[in-house]
């Protein structure tokens, strides 16, 4: 159970393109999705907290309107990386919590990596 | 201080050997503690989770948590080959998980 599928694995865009990435609950309903980044040989750091029917929670540093999350359904979190820069090249990773709660460990996708060209 | 830090490595230990990870962490709130394994180009797998002052085993991992010191540890009997990857400890602040940077361990055949 917890599965998590992410979507697409590897996408690669000009500079000023748009790039959307989808994480869906495969078996659970997700109210709460979490969305990583990860830079070579770095820690996962988190994005932002998306919550289902509602708006998103951006971690400090993270610009809300760059990263544009959308959590339509219990099932889907999307996040969009608008006018991609360079910069922004990294291993995206979304999670979500099982059943048990805010005690429950993360299961994760298995990350967008996106290189901006 | 970082919320959770672990050493970089990399930690070479031999085939069969038992393998140690440390980790420690910033919040006294923090509640839950898990172990995530990750191996290069991938998204990470949980390993173990803990949410118990003690020990807690499952199979050749056995995960070690102390809130007084604020410490909490991965022990990998029998080491092997497949073993070799970046441990992620990871730790709950309010309803959020926070990672550490990742210790890299590498098994020698």
């Known amino acids: 159970g917890a599965v998590v599928s992410q979507h697409p694995s590897r996408v690669i865009c000009k500079s000023g393109t748009s790039v959307k990435i989808e994480c869906r609950s495969l078996d659970f309903q997700a109210t709460t999705m979490f969305w990583y980044r990860q830079f070579p040989k770095q820690s996962l750091m988190l994005m932002a907290t998306?919550?289902?029917?509602?708006?998103?929670?951006?971690e400090q540093g993270v610009e809300k309107d760059k990263f544009l999350i959308n959590h339509a359904s219990l099932t889907l979190s999307t996040l969009t990386v608008t006018s991609a820069h360079p910069e922004d090249s990294s291993f995206y990773i979304c999670?979500?919590?099982?059943?048990?709660?805010?005690?429950?460990?993360?299961?994760f996708g298995n990350g967008t990596r996106l290189t901006v060209t | 201080q970082k919320e959770v830090e672990q050493n970089s490595g990399p930690l070479s230990v031999p085939e069969g050997a038992i393998a140690s990870l440390n980790c420690t962490y910033s919040d006294r709130g923090s509640q839950s503690f898990f172990w995530y394994r990750q191996y290069s180009g991938k998204s990470p797998e949980l390993i173990m989770f803990i949410y118990s002052n003690g020990d807690k085993e499952d199979g050749r991992f056995t995960a070690q948590l102390n809130k007084a010191s604020q410490y909490v540890s991965l022990l990998i009997r029998d080491s092997q080959p497949s073993d070799s990857a970046t441990y992620l400890c990871?730790?709950?602040?309010?309803?959020?998980?926070?990672f550490g940077k990742g210790t890299r361990l590498h098994i020698l055949p």
């Open positions: 998306s919550n289902e029917g509602s708006k998103a929670t951006y």
């Open positions: 999670s979500a919590r099982g059943s048990g709660g805010i005690r429950s460990p993360l299961h």
């Open positions: 990871a730790v709950n602040r309010d309803d959020k998980i926070i």
